[in-house]
Nanobody
Framework: QVQLVESGGGLVQAGDSLRLSCAAS????????MGWFRQAPGKEREFVAS????????DYADSLKGRFTISRANIKNTVYLQMNDLKAEDTALYYC???????????????WGQGTQVTVSS
């Protein structure tokens, strides 16, 4: 089992950048594919990005390609989400998640963090 703790959220203005971090503890994070999801008020949780165990393969929600970048530092058991040119519609609670699936997926994540709030003012 793995425990996930997100950090790095905050209140920013449109056009700013933020980097979210997800620290994993317990079972080594290299055992998992990792993902970021977000949930805005009144909306369902949606997939943002995912990264394979080795970090060699990534996947992004089509609408976020080019602005968001997922990466991982396995030696630090940490996954990052770099978010550039933030927009008001990026306001949401951002969650980190871990998946035991063999292939990179956009669902079937077994472990979740508590989330970190990102608020973008226009």
């Amino acid at each position: 089992q793995v425990q996930l703790v997100e950090s790095g959220g905050g209140l920013v203005q449109a056009g700013d950048s933020l980097r979210l971090s997800c620290a994993a503890s317990g079972r080594t994070s290299t055992s998992y594919n990792m993902g970021w999801f977000r949930q805005a008020p009144g909306k369902e949780r949606e997939f943002v990005a995912s990264i394979s165990r080795t970090g060699l393969t990534t996947d992004y929600a089509d609408s976020l390609k080019g602005r968001f970048t997922i990466s991982r530092a396995n030696i630090k058991n940490t996954v990052y989400l770099q978010m550039n040119d933030l927009k008001a519609e990026d306001t949401a609670l951002y969650y980190c998640a871990a998946s035991t699936t063999l292939l990179l997926v956009r669902d079937r994540y077994q472990y979740w963090g508590q989330g970190t709030q990102v608020t973008v003012s226009s």
